[in-house]
Nanobody
Framework: QVQLVESGGGSVQAGGSLRLSCAASRYIVSTSTSCMAWFRQAPGQEREGVALLQGDGTTTYADSVKGRFTISKDNAKNTLYLQMNSLKPEDTAMYYC?????????????????WGQGTQVTVSS
């Protein structure tokens, strides 16, 4: 079993930045076969994928955040990050960290084995 704990959310004005962290309870972040991802869900909307990080270091971003968000990891700390710059009000959502222990990264959330509890991001105009 893997526990994922997100932190770093908060309230910022449009144009601001936040860095989310996701601490894993064991060595899933650094495993070459794993996929780590960030998802988000706004009230009344479906959950959507934001950024994916394959174990080999390959990253993929949703079009809505490309060029503004960066997913990265620190293997020594077993922690996943999401650096969010130039934030917009439409980025307001609960952000979740997810992990897939074996396999390719996918946008569909049901492919992931573990989820964090979420951290709220609110961007005001």
């Amino acid at each position: 079993q893997v526990q994922l704990v997100e932190s770093g959310g908060g309230s910022v004005q449009a144009g601001g930045s936040l860095r989310l962290s996701c601490a894993a309870s064991r060595y899933i972040v650094s495993t070459s076969t794993s996929c780590m991802a960030w998802f988000r869900q706004a009230p009344g909307q479906e959950r959507e994928g934001v950024a994916l990080l394959q174990g080999d270091g390959t990253t993929t971003y949703a079009d809505s955040v490309k060029g503004r968000f960066t997913i990265s990891k620190d293997n020594a700390k077993n922690t996943l990050y999401l650096q969010m710059n130039s934030l917009k009000p439409e980025d307001t959502a609960m952000y979740y960290c997810a992990a897939r222990e074996w396999g390719w990264c996918m946008w569909a959330g049901n492919n992931y084995d573990y989820w964090g509890q979420g951290t709220q991001v609110t961007v005001s105009s």
